[in-house]
Nanobody, 124 residues
Framework: QVQLVESGGGLVQAGDSLRLSCAAS????????MGWFRQAPGKEREFVAV????????DYADSVKGRFTISRDNAKNTVYLQMNNLKPEDTAVYYC?????????????????WGQGTQVTVSS
């Protein structure tokens, strides 16, 4: 069992930055590929970013490429999402998720564990 707790969300203005954190407890953190997903009001949850178990591989949704950076610190059991140049369309609940099925996937269905989410609101 893995517990994931996100933090760092908030209300910001367009162009601002935020860093989300996701602290994991339970089984060995470095055994999991880690992802960030988000769900905007009235929309389905969507992939945002993924990082492999050792951090050597990352991928991003086209909508956030060049603005968001995912990273992880396996010594601290934490994954981060640095979000720069935020836009109103980035407003959503952001979830971190862990998968032990594979080193790296963008497929939501392959993630075993999910955090409770943190709200990010970007005003124009």
């Amino acid at each position: 069992q893995v517990q994931l707790v996100e933090s760092g969300g908030g209300l910001v203005q367009a162009g601002d930055s935020l860093r989300l954190s996701c602290a994991a407890s339970g089984r060995t953190f470095s055994s999991y590929g880690m992802g960030w997903f988000r769900q905007a009001p009235g929309k389905e949850r969507e992939f945002v970013a993924v990082i492999s178990r050792r951090g050597g591989r990352t991928d991003y949704a086209d909508s956030v490429k060049g603005r968001f950076t995912i990273s992880r610190d396996n010594a601290k059991n934490t994954v981060y999402l640095q979000m720069n140049n935020l836009k109103p369309e980035d407003t959503a609940v952001y979830y971190c998720a862990a998968t032990f099925y594979t080193d790296y996937t963008t497929r939501e269905s392959l993630y075993n564990y999910w955090g409770q989410g943190t709200q990010v609101t970007v005003s124009s």
